[in-house]
């Protein structure tokens, strides 16, 4: 299976600063359709998880454009260019590219 | 708009079954495929598996074969989860997502399995 290493485990920041998530793969991501399948996805306390970022860098419609997504192969983040209280929950990072599909084991974001 | 909506929170015992669904909304059911998604108590997310919806064929993650089952009501745009021989590990939240890269999620389903 292909193990999402996210670091840190938790960030603490206040309104305004900037925030990156780490996600390193145990394989490269590369399907061989030529698409990486590595999606980004916040869940906010209490609610479902939502989708924030698809294909690395690809944003969805709605998200914050402060949000971005960068990365290739084996080596992912996620950055928050200004954070703002209601980016605060648990992001993953996770992989549809190869069979199972695996997901990070979650970054929290606290605002101070 | 796209939704998906889940069937409500189950307490059940030790042995028992439970059967959670999930109505697909505002799209065309069979254009994706469905995965489940299960979150123990204070936990990560966990890929259990997925569903096409075009052919009815599900496919379990390791962990989760035996005692799952994925099913479809097409007509009615919906998919459905059952556990049988439930245990106190099953206690979980389980989610619906679309897709294999979930742009729609469920609300999430809460099993309590306890004696």
């Known amino acids: 299976d292909v193990v999402m290493t996210q670091t840190p485990v938790s960030l603490s920041l206040a309104i305004g600063q900037p925030a990156s998530i780490s996600c390193k793969s145990s394989q490269s991501l590369v399907h061989s359709d030529g698409k990486t399948y590595l999606s980004w996805i916040l869940q906010r306390p209490g609610q479902s998880p939502k989708r924030l970022i698809y294909?690395?860098?690809k944003l969805d419609s709605g998200v914050p454009d402060r949000f971005s997504g960068s990365g290739s192969e084996t080596e992912f983040t996620l950055k928050i260019s200004r954070v703002e209280a209601e980016d605060l929950g648990v992001y993953y990072c996770w992989q549809a590219t190869h069979f199972p599909l695996t997901f990070g084991s979650g970054t929290k974001l606290e605002i101070k | 708009q796209i939704q998906l909506v889940q069937s409500g929170p189950e307490l059940k015992k030790p042995g028992e079954s439970v059967k959670i669904s999930c109505k697909a909304s505002?799209?065309?059911?069979?254009?994706?495929?469905m995965h489940w998604v299960k979150q123990a108590p204070g936990k990560g997310l966990k890929w259990m598996g997925w569903i096409n919806t075009y052919t009815g064929k599900p496919t379990y993650a390791d962990d989760f074969k035996g005692r799952f089952v994925f099913s479809l009501e097409a007509s009615a745009s919906t998919a459905n989860l059952q556990i049988s021989n439930l245990k106190n590990e099953d206690t979980a939240t389980y989610f619906c997502?679309?897709?294999?890269?979930?742009?729609?999620w469920g609300q999430g389903v809460m099993v309590t399995v306890s004696s």
């Open positions: 294909l690395v860098s």
């Open positions: 505002g799209y065309t059911f069979t254009d994706y495929a």
């Open positions: 997502a679309r897709g294999a890269t979930t742009d729609y």
